[in-house]
Nanobody
């Protein structure tokens, strides 16, 4: 049974930092892309960042480029999202996902975590 478990969310002031982690288990994820999406209240889920299996390719939404960094440790089946210079508009539930399709397209991810809340106060 595949499981993705996110951690690291919380409440932070604007300008602060958080590091999200997502540990995957239940199968081998060779050649899978790992990504982060987020959903704010009343809004659709949106792409945040993704990283290829090798880590050689990374993808970011324009809204987080330069502030967020995605990385992965394949030995641990874990993906990370370092979030710096956080803004109130970054407030959302953050989901990690694993898939083999287009990295920015949520519909092409096969497995999803349960989400972790990130709240940025002004």
């Amino acid at each position: 049974q595949v499981q993705l478990v996110e951690s690291g969310g919380g409440l932070v002031q604007a300008g602060g930092s958080l590091r999200l982690s997502c540990a995957a288990s239940g199968r081998t994820f060779s050649y899978y892309t790992m990504g982060w999406f987020r959903q704010a209240p009343g809004k659709e889920r949106e792409f945040v960042a993704a990283i290829s299996w090798s880590g050689g390719s990374t993808y970011y939404a324009d809204s987080v480029k330069g502030r967020f960094t995605i990385s992965r440790d394949n030995a641990k089946n874990t993906v990370y999202l370092q979030m710096n210079s956080l803004k109130p508009e970054d407030t959302a539930v953050y989901y990690c996902a694993v898939g083999r399709g287009r990295p920015r397209t949520s519909g092409e991810y096969d497995y999803w975590g349960q989400g972790t809340q990130v709240t940025v106060s002004s």
